[in-house]
């Protein structure tokens, strides 16, 4: 069965940088694109971007240009965001979801980003 | 960017009560529109695809339809399980968007 397990809860500091991961199983890896999800605490949900795997193709929401960095690792069928010059503002969870036919078919657990000094 | 207006912001209902949430496209996205209920602590689960298609393992109360640009999620029998959060997702363009979000609650 489809499965997404994301990495565990982080705390960082103010001005650094954090790198969450999404290992997937049970699909071919390099066939589906993966999104990333930020949902702040009582909010609703906001696309990051995606990546293909499948050749390390990118797509990002503008707003996210120079915050997120999405990569994959074929090798582990991982993918990975990282998130740079954290502010309070980037303290959320943040999910990453498979890409289904006109959807988003299957979601990690999400991981909670808490920026704080 | 498409923006994806959903509404009520809030619903109260009781059970077996046919409830229904609706999100209006700022342009046409064709059937490029999913629905997903979020309960507290979890990920969103995907209920509705394609506009219509229902998603594996869901109940048939949910259902989904389509007018133009509107979109509607229809809940045909209010059950207590039902209790969440519901979003609508376009998967048209990029930058995706998701509706405000539903909260459901039960009266």
């Known amino acids: 069965q489809v499965q997404l397990q994301q990495s565990g809860a982080e705390l960082v500091k103010p001005g650094s940088s954090v790198k969450i991961s999404c290992k997937a199983s049970g699909y071919t890896f390099t066939s589906y694109d993966m999104h990333w999800i930020k949902q702040q605490p009582g909010n609703g949900l906001e696309w990051i971007g995606w990546i293909y795997p499948g050749n390390g193709n990118t797509k990002y929401n503008q707003k996210f240009n120079g915050k997120a960095t999405l990569t994959a690792d074929k090798s582990s069928s991982t993918a990975y965001m990282q998130l740079s010059s954290l502010t309070s503002e980037d303290s959320a969870v943040y999910f990453c979801?498979?890409?289904?036919?006109?959807?988003?078919?299957?979601w990690g657990q999400g991981v909670m980003v808490t920026v704080s000094s | 960017d498409i923006q994806m207006t959903q509404s009520p912001a809030s619903l109260s209902a009781s059970l077996e009560e046919i409830v229904t949430i609706t999100c209006q496209a700022s342009?046409?996205?064709?059937?490029?529109l999913s629905w997903y209920q979020q309960k507290p602590g979890k990920s969103p689960q995907l209920l509705i695809y394609g506009a219509t298609s229902l998603a594996d393992g869901v109940p048939s109360r949910f259902s989904g339809s389509r007018s133009g640009t509107q979109y509607s999620l229809k809940i045909s029998r209010l059950q207590v399980e039902d209790i969440g959060i519901y979003y609508c997702l376009q998967a048209y363009s990029a930058p995706r968007t998701f509706g405000g979000g539903t909260k459901l609650e039960l009266k």
């Open positions: 979801a498979r890409s289904g036919y006109y959807s988003f078919d299957y």
């Open positions: 342009q046409d996205i064709g059937n490029w």
